[in-house]
């Protein structure tokens, strides 16, 4: 009874301090658990404290980490990638996931306009929208504000300054705009199952058209129940075909 | 329609087998019909071991002929024969309200498997088997084995490659489908290989092939075998049933402008003799390195890297190839001191040819030296049966030296150095992969995430609007130094009431500002004649002008008087002014 009533004022002194040791504990024993080859242990404290973090690139780079360590390639990459969503330039992600594809070897083939885009933008991969939109924000306010003084003040180093912000943010407006719709506009998903197989239609009976290895990224278009029992998502891969994958085969990202 | 029923006609039961005179490929239809009633159980067939039988159906028919009325109910069932000879079925009885019904004995004869002979053979043009497409230019099968017709058209065989093999040893199954008719409704029966693990090898091939002066289609199918027990075992046979045309010595239904249309076919079933083979088992004792593989192979080594800095990775490969069970190939076991030792999942590549299955299995193994200096990969030693010589033969790859420079002290990443070093478990010395994040700060970092779209949109629109309101300003002003008088014009009443509402004004001389900045004057410069004489110019209302020349005149009675004004001439000139303003002056 004691040692409830002590628990009980800790815990109303110190707020939320005591949850806090425990998720630290917990993610101290999740990489103990990493460290001595227990990965199913590691991935259950991982995922629990993913749920109390939500947005935190650490976790889900650890989580990358133990499914690589698992063998489930594809898993590894689909959390790398929601890592580096978030944290776009820590090099550990960046790392391990240019390991991961490099050793699965999974290359599909890109059309023109998204290696185009990829490499006209190419800043985009090193920040998150949040960054884009928060720099959008700040060249636009900048830019107004030029363009508000050029109304009293009438410099040719102040004209040349509104010219120079207005291009700076039209390109900042697209980039932001490509990332939008690369993030949040479209959903993405990577393939987790080895040899997947893509149909034409959502039933099993229909032949499938290709299989596609595991760790391969393919656009989710939309999803369809099945009879109640299976749940089937329709992807477009990176050369514009569509074609419907089981739910299970595929991580979203 | 009623139709009345008079007394049930004599019940009897008939038997007919259609052909009387088949051979064994043929199926046979036996029909048992039961005259008089339409009710009762199925009929009792007798024992029929020279058959397999299989039901196909009911029918029943009800006519009145001249007032009597005759039913008939007929059961079917398909007869494959299963041996030569003929045969003698006994009667078929049927049980009915207490009574037994017999049908009379059938007997039927049943040939040799010689599907057509010479003479019945059609003289049309050479087709495929539908659904079997075939290239007209494919050329013809290399080194087909001696084929003998024995005046058929259409056959099938099954053969193995050898028929004593070691056992694992990679064995062909071959079946081949020879036909110079028209053939519909192919369905092959392929036997369960269940003393050996199988492989398709080709899973359909089609060729054209002279054999006795006829050209014939031929369909081939190859699995390779791996057998997987010693002693005697047998293969059964395949069997491949078809549907050929009746008549086909007509060679008008043959020809492939009509095709089948509604031609009458026949079922046929074709079976392949089966095959009894001799599994050897391999010499004893097996060499230590033999784990299993039969077949002839090769082997070979590579490293990714021979020069090294302590920590860094190089990848050591190792390929096995061959004909035979590559798939069961496992790498040899080998002593790697020295290194820490990552396994790589193996993958194995096959290619499927004519001479069954060839292919590679690629192990990989990424090393990593914990010491410097140099150090020596052994040899890898592998061991395997080769059928051909009926012996165990080695294969050995070249030792190979490593030079390991000593590590430049950098830690190889630094999140190693967020690990607690009090811990009791064991760090890896390196990763092919960074690390987990271990610092416990790192579970506080919380990535922003744009949430509000709204809070985007004002802090978005509020720039544009400042400088949208700063727009506006600036061009009323412009507008203002551009045209002064006009702004003065659109201002006066304005102005004129802003002026009245001070005290200690002159309302003459507002009066005179207000049609001064109307008309584009000086206010002072005017004098109330000249404010009448403008406005009546202007065709203003009369008694509006009346009423204003009087009260201008009180006004400058007054300030003649040398007062400013009465409240009372003040509400009487905002008054007047009002309707002027009204008026449009």
């Known amino acids: ?253 | 329609m009623a139709i009345g029923l008079s007394a049930p006609a004599q019940i009897s039961v008939s038997a007919r087998i259609e052909p009387e005179q088949a051979t064994l490929e043929d199926e046979l239809t036996l029909t048992v019909s039961i005259k008089g009633s339409m009710k009762g159980s199925e009929p009792v067939l007798p024992n029929m071991p020279a058959f397999k039988v299989i039901a196909s159906g009911t029918s029943s028919s009800l006519q009145i002929i001249n007032g009597d009325v005759e039913s008939r109910k007929e059961y079917s069932y398909v007869l494959i024969p299963q041996e030569e000879g003929t045969f003698t079925i006994d009667p078929i009885t049927l049980f009915l309200d207490g009574r037994e019904y017999k049908s009379e004995p059938v007997t039927v004869t049943i040939g040799k498997a010689l599907s057509q002979s010479p003479s019945a053979r059609p003289t049309g043009p050479l087709l495929p088997p539908s659904g079997f497409p075939l290239d007209q230019n494919e050329p013809q099968a290399p080194s087909p084995p001696f084929v003998e017709r024995k005046g058929k058209d259409y056959w099938i065989t099954a053969s193995v490659s050898k028929k004593n093999p070691y056992i694992n040893e990679q064995i062909l199954y071959t079946f081949r489908f020879y036909t110079r008719v028209r053939v519909r409704e192919a369905t092959l029966t392929i036997p369960e290989f269940k003393d050996f693990w199988s492989e398709e090898v080709v899973p359909e091939k089609k060729y054209y092939r002279e054999i006795e002066g006829d050209r014939f289609v031929v369909s081939e199918k190859v699995i390779a075998l791996y057998p997987l027990k010693t002693g005697e075992v047998t293969i059964p046979e395949t069997v491949l049933k078809i549907e050929v045309p009746e008549g086909m010595d007509n060679p008008f239904f043959n020809d492939p402008f009509f095709g089948f249309g509604s031609l009458k076919t026949r079922p046929k079933n074709l079976k392949s003799d089966s095959l009894v083979l001799t599994i050897l088992p391999l010499p004893d004792p097996p060499p230590q390195n033999f784990a299993n593989l039969v077949g002839q192979f090769q082997m070979k080594s590579a490293l990714s890297s021979r020069q090294v800095k302590e920590g860094e990775t190089t990848t050591l490969t190792v390929e096995i190839s061959g004909r035979g069970n590559i798939k069961d190939a496992v790498l040899p076991p080998v002593s790697l001191d020295g290194f820490k030792v990552y396994d790589d999942k193996p993958v194995t590549e096959t290619v499927r040819s004519e001479e069954g299955i060839l292919g590679k299995k690629i192990f990989k193994k990424a090393l990593v030296p914990l010491t410097s200096g140099e150090l020596v990969l052994p040899p890898l030693s592998l061991d395997y049966f080769n059928p051909m010589t009926g012996k165990f033969e080695s294969l050995q790859t070249e030792p190979v030296t490593v030079s390991v420079a000593p590590s430049d002290g950098e830690q190889l990443n630094d999140a190693f150095s967020q690990v607690p070093q009090n811990r009791d478990w064991h760090l890896p010395v390196h990763e092919e992969i960074a690390t987990i994040h271990t610092h416990p700060s790192v579970l506080m970092v919380r990535e922003p995430i744009i949430s509000s779209r709204l809070v985007l949109v004002f802090l978005f629109g509020i720039p544009p609007l400042v400088y949208l309101a700063n727009l506006l300003v600036g061009l009323i002003r412009l507008r203002r130094l551009q045209n002064p008088q006009a702004y003065r014009k659109k201002r006066a009443f304005r102005i004129f009431l802003k002026n009245m509402s001070r005290e200690g004004v002159h309302d003459l001389e507002q009066i005179r500002d207000y049609f001064g900045a109307k008309w584009g004057l000086r206010g002072s410069g005017l004098t109330t004649a000249e404010v009448i004489d403008r406005l009546e110019a202007s065709g203003m209302d009369r008694n509006l002008l009346n009423d204003l020349r009087s009260h201008l005149h009180a006004l400058e009675r007054s300030s003649y008087g040398g007062e400013i004004s009465t409240p009372s001439l003040r509400s009487k000139t905002v008054e007047l002014i009002q309707k002027m303003e009204r008026k449009k002056v």
């Open chain 1, 1 to 253: 009874m004691k040692l409830v009533f002590a628990i009980l004022v800790l815990s109303l002194l110190t707020g939320e301090s005591v949850f806090a040791d425990q998720r630290e504990d917990n993610f101290r024993r999740a990489s103990e658990a990493y460290y001595k080859n227990r990965w199913d242990e590691a991935l259950s404290l991982y995922q629990a404290l993913l749920k109390e973090f939500p947005t935190n690139a650490h976790l889900y780079f650890n989580l990358g980490n133990v499914y690589f360590r698992k063998g489930e390639m594809g898993r590894a990459l689909q959390h790398y990638a929601k890592a580096l969503n978030l944290k776009p330039r820590e090099p550990d992600i960046r790392a391990n996931l240019k390991f991961v594809q490099k050793k699965t070897g999974v290359e599909l083939p890109v059309p023109f306009s998204t290696t185009l885009k990829k490499n006209l933008f190419f800043w985009n991969s090193y920040f998150t929208l949040h960054e884009l939109v928060l720099s959008l924000l700040m060249v636009a306010a900048v830019f107004w504000s030029s363009l508000t003084l050029r109304l009293y003040i009438k410099r040719p180093l102040l004209k040349g300054g509104v010219w120079g912000f207005g291009i700076l943010l039209a390109l900042m407006l697209v980039s932001t705009g490509i990332k939008y719709d690369e993030t949040l506009a479209r959903r993405w998903g990577i393939l987790i199952k080895p040899e997947v197989a893509v149909r034409p239609a959502y039933l099993k009976s229909v032949e499938p058209f290709v299989k596609l290895p595991d760790g391969a990224k393919v656009e989710i278009l939309g999803d369809q129940e099945f009879k109640n029992e299976e749940k089937w998502i329709q992807i477009r891969l990176p050369n514009g075909t569509r074609g419907w994958i089981l739910e299970e085969e595929i991580g979203v990202i």
